[in-house]
């Protein structure tokens, strides 16, 4: 920890979260250099989603290599690449009648999420994007204009342009259709907002706080898209991969998204790997035009391959979401209302849940608690206000009771130990 903490960037954030060394990692748990487990309900904010070292994605890895399969080769056919796009047009795109081009670009989401606006703006020759009150969409430039968070913002040293944000749902209270406002601002030649290329939004807002589109404010968005030429790009990084319960965040909602943006859990494994599905009358691109080293990394293109044949090809997983949903839906609601306050609003879907625990303080001596007991749970939302729960699909029943019970043990401790209670009172009575 020592050389970390004196040669590592100050810009380290996790690290200083959970300040131990970790060693390992098998299923749900992390385990540190002092053999110490944790269950990990962060699962690199969704990139674990099967489980550390899953042990079929990890054969399917260590075989490749040891028939010396083509570890790096830029955009070069190769077999892995060609066994990827097969499966996943056999076993996702197909049985949920998509039709999508894909684009494998640089590694990690912001990269994916680069090529969709620029792709989006060649298109349409038009420069604005439309984003949305607290999304989150990468650090390099052209996403971080398209993050609402100011701390991250504030990062960039330079001016971030040419997007405009408009509320997402539920920004203005249950009462106020936030569409009727983007309507209204594109229906108006004076409104100021110039017409976009694209609105880029997640249906869920994962950093954002665990903010939930209803599938009628998604679907007037698309009508909305239609009416005025906007393509729609839905950045489906972190609540795609079947953290809903499906393996595309929006497959129950009733859109089409022109634009489709994979990351995190798409390598199944952990790898970087992202990837832009496109329309295929979107997919314009000169041949190279745009490019990138790293495209397509052949292990990531091994272990997305054995994801999909191992967890996508019957409904098990699905069935299995659907069950655990509900008791970590229930359990969060029972342990919120015993221990803070009724008041305090629990939201998800699928196996993403937070809990708004409206002070940040309070939010954080959680985190760190569960992190002293054996747990690690991540914030997120506007002020870290929001604790988050993203445990590995896989997890059984049990496993998850067991993570929850340590969750209600430091929720019970933090709330002993401090005077919270009052705080919390009156900031819900100012409410
Ligand atoms: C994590 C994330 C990104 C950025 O991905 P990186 O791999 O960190 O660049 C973009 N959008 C969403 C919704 C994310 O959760």
């Known amino acids: 920890m020592k050389v970390i903490n004196s040669m590592e960037s100050a810009v380290r954030s996790y690290c200083r ?40 994605l990890k054969k399917a890895i260590m075989d490749y290599l040891n028939e010396d399969g083509i570890v790096h080769s830029l955009d070069l056919a190769t077999k892995s690449k060609e066994e990827f796009l097969d499966s996943f047009q056999k076993h996702i795109l197909s049985p949920r009648h998509l039709t999508y081009k894909v684009q494998f670009t640089g590694p990690t989401g912001t990269n994916a999420v680069e090529a969709a606006l620029k792709l989006a703006r060649k298109v349409t020759g038009r420069s604005k994007i ?13 996403s971080l204009a398209a993050t609402g968070n100011s701390h991250h913002r504030g990062g960039s040293g330079t001016s971030l342009h040419d997007v405009n944000f408009m509320p997402y749902d539920g920004y203005m209270g249950n009462k106020t259709n936030t569409i009727d406002y983007l309507r209204r601002v594109l229906e108006d030649n004076s409104s100021g907002i110039d017409l976009p290329a694209a609105v880029i939004l997640e249906t869920i807002q994962g950093e954002g706080g665990i903010n939930i589109a209803s599938s009628k404010w998604l679907k007037s968005l698309q009508e909305l898209c239609h009416e005025f030429g906007i393509l729609m790009i839905v950045d489906d990084i972190q609540v795609g991969c079947g953290r809903t319960g499906t393996f595309f965040s929006f497959e129950n909602s009733g859109i089409e998204p022109d634009m489709v943006i994979m990351s995190k859990s798409v390598s199944g494994f952990g790898l970087p790997f992202s990837f832009l599905l496109i329309k295929p009358r979107l997919d314009i691109w000169e041949p190279g035009e745009h490019n990138g080293t790293f495209r397509g990394n052949n292990l990531a293109f091994v272990s997305a391959k054995t994801t999909i044949d191992t967890f996508w090809t019957t409904q098990e997983l699905e069935a299995g979401i659907t069950l655990k949903s509900n008791l970590l839906k229930e359990r969060l609601n029972e342990i919120t209302t015993k221990y803070l306050s009724s008041e305090i609003e629990v939201r998800g879907k699928g196996l993403i849940y937070g809990i708004d625990c409206i002070l940040p303080d309070l939010a954080e001596s959680i985190r760190d608690k569960c992190f002293e007991n054996g747990l690690i749970v991540e914030t997120c939302g506007s ?15 049990n496993e998850l009771s067991q993570g ?27 409410k």
């Open 17 to 56: 979260a959970y300040p131990v060394v970790f060693e390992k990692s098998k299923g749900i748990n992390l385990i540190d250099e002092n053999g110490k487990k944790y269950f990990d309900f962060l699962c690199g904010a969704g990139s674990i989603n099967y489980g550390h070292n899953n042990p079929i």
């Open 130 to 142: 439309i984003s949305f009150t607290n999304g989150f969409h990468g650090v390099s430039l052209g």
């Open 383 to 397: 002020d870290d206000q929001v604790i988050k729960f993203l445990p590995a699909l896989i997890i059984t029943e």
């Open 404 to 430: 929850l019970d340590i969750f209600e043990k430091s929720v019970r401790q933090v709330m002993e130990e401090s005077n919270f209670h009052k705080k919390l009172e009156s900031e819900i009575i100012q």
